[in-house]
């Protein structure tokens, strides 16, 4: 741990007076001397194992749904456990929270980008959007930005009813409280929390003075303090984060670390699973076939093969072995084993990071000149500061807009994040490079806000519940060549005016007396593609959504 900091230490010396975070990530992807000597420890132990030609149960990614579930089964030493990853053994800068959308540059993201969108997108190169989604052991849990967030009880009671048996709040529940290992103040008692499983929950180590402003502005229009982890969420609350002491805790480090000496789980990285051996006559999957150093193997499996390649690749993985659309699979010459469909709902919660406020303070938004100063460092080595703050979110509120009704009026349709910053806080390096906006939207409309004399900061909405549904396909039966996204973000208008509603939400924290304490407004400086709108009409806004969001 000591060489650890000594080394980000250095790296920050070094790079003083250069755009500092982004050679961080350069460096990292250009030294594999500093990955390995980061890593060095966990990939030794996991590339000494000789593996088995049978195992019980052979787990195909090794992200939380992947390392939970090894964890679990080798509980029972009876069963031995093969958990296969494409990815490696993440490092240092994965622990560092601030960093969280610069992981979106790095090799631990597959980087896949969608299909070019008519009503979406607008603000990104090539007008496509990011499809990010780790590949390491911890999956996307290595790049994500740690939000611990459970969901809707609704949704869940709403899968239980369609048939989903086991899926209701009150019986996932207590698998949520037995992986979460809790610190957060105030619920030491709660039935909600619980203190003692694998995974680190606990409020974000720092607070700026904008995050309590918003928390304190939300309650003046209505928003009670929730825990949003309790099944009740319209409200706002300060960020729950999977961290621990202020690093990020993924979950590789908390499944997976602290039990890599049973001897009944192997784990390979670098290694890519092509295919699930299923027998045709019975159905039954029986093994997996991967690559191996470029080498092809064939693992069987004694009990069951556990897919969990994430929400993109499980899908592949599934074409590539017969299960599919009969249409689909004929394209691309996979026999058919079983027809279902594959790949055709996909849908996710867009973001829009388009609505910043300038304020009159001076020194409070958080900014990479002041993230590298070394007092700031000293702080992270002590679990403090703002470099522990996930991605620069800090807060969250949970809003019901009055144009949906889900199911009563509990369930919110728009998240409004908090971050303490924006694309300007890097230079345009972190945040606006992973979600790929454009030279001409950033140096027209972002880059004044570089001057470290002008404060700002973002609330980000987040659309739950979208009607806009895509679908993705394989391009070749090749396990290599990427599947192509079409999302279809606000195909169907709806979701557009759902987010303006959030938008409005949003505009109206600068009437609370907390905003105007500070003198923060709207910064409206307009984007060029939706400049010939007036600014902040609601047109301008449907402008910015097809813009910005991703
Ligand atoms: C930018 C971003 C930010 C996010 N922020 C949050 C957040 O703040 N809070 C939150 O709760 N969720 C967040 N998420 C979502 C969350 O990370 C995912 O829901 C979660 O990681 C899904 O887990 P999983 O196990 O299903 O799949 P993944 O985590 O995607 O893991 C799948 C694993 O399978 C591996 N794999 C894929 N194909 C193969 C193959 N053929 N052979 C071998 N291995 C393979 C991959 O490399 C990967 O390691 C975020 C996601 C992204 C992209
Ligand atoms: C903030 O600055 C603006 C522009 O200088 C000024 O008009 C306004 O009165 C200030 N507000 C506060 C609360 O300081």
Request: hydrophobic fraction near 40%; charged fraction near 20%.
């Amino acid at each position: 741990m000591k060489l650890l900091l000594l080394v980000i230490c250095l790296l920050i010396e070094i790079n003083y007076s250069l755009s500092v975070l982004e050679s961080f990530v350069k460096r990292a992807k250009q030294s594999e001397f500093f990955a390995k000597l980061i890593n060095q420890k966990h990939t030794a132990i996991v590339e000494k194992q000789r593996y088995f030609d049978h195992y019980d149960f052979i787990i195909v990614g090794s992200g939380p749904g992947g390392c939970v579930l090894a964890n679990r089964l080798t509980e029972n030493k009876k069963w031995n456990v093969l958990l296969i990853e494409a990815g490696k053994v993440e490092t240092a800068l994965q622990d560092v929270p601030v960093l969280a959308a610069y992981m979106q540059s790095t090799a631990f993201n597959w980087g896949f980008v969608s299909e070019p969108q008519a009503g979406s997108c607008f603000g990104m190169d090539e007008n496509r959007c990011g499809f990010p989604r780790g590949k390491a052991l911890g999956g996307t849990s290595v790049i994500n930005y740690m939000i611990y967030n459970r969901g809707n009880k609704n949704d869940f009671d709403r899968w239980a009813a369609a048939g989903n048996y086991g899926w209701s709040w009150n019986e996932v529940l207590p698998y949520f409280l037995k992986s979460e290992r809790s610190t957060l103040e105030g619920f030491e008692n709660s039935p909600y929390h619980n203190r003692h499983g694998e995974m680190s929950v606990e409020y974000n180590r720092h607070r700026t003075l904008y995050s309590k402003l918003f928390v304190k502005a939300s309650n003046h229009l209505g928003l009670r303090e929730v825990d949003y982890n309790s099944g009740q969420q319209l409200g706002v609350s300060f960020l729950q984060a999977n961290t621990l002491n202020g690093r990020r805790h993924s979950a590789f480090k908390a499944f997976i670390e602290p039990i890599l000496n049973r001897p009944n789980l192997h784990v390979m990285i670098n290694t890519r699973a092509t295919k699930v051996l299923i027998d045709p006559s019975t159905k039954i999957a029986y093994g997996v076939e991967l690559l191996r150093n470029r080498k092809r193997y064939r693992i069987l499996a004694r009990k069951e093969v556990i897919l969990s390649a994430g929400t993109f690749m499980s899908p592949q993985i599934l074409m590539l072995s017969g299960i599919g659309m009969k249409s689909d699979l004929n394209r691309i010459g996979v026999p058919v084993i079983q027809e279902l469909p594959v790949g055709k709902i996909m849908y996710d919660h867009t973001t829009h990071i388009g609505v910043v406020f300038v304020a009159n303070t001076t020194g409070e938004s958080l900014n990479s000149d002041r993230a590298i100063q070394p007092n700031n460092v000293v702080k992270f080595l002590h679990g403090q500061g703002i470099l522990t703050v996930p991605g620069g979110v800090e807060a969250l509120g949970f809003i019901k807009t009055n144009i949906n009704n889900f199911r009563g009026e509990t369930v919110p349709d728009v998240e409004l994040i908090f971050l303490a910053g924006g694309y300007f806080s890097d230079e345009g390096t972190g945040v606006r490079r992973g979600i790929r906006i454009t030279d001409k939207i950033y140096n027209s409309v972002y880059k004044r806000l570089e001057d470290r004399s002008i404060d700002a900061f973002t609330v980000a909405q987040m659309l739950f519940h979208p009607k806009s549904v895509g679908y993705l396909e394989l391009k070749s039966s090749n396990p290599f060549h990427w599947p192509k996204f079409y999302h279809n973000f606000f195909k169907n208008a709806d979701d557009v005016e759902t987010m303006l509603e959030g938008i409005k939400a949003t505009l109206k924290l600068v009437n609370t007396p907390q905003f105007k304490s500070i003198g923060a407004r709207v910064y409206s400086v307009p984007l060029p593609n939706c400049a010939h709108i007036h600014f902040g009409t609601d047109d301008y806004w449907r402008c910015s959504i097809r813009t910005l969001s991703s």
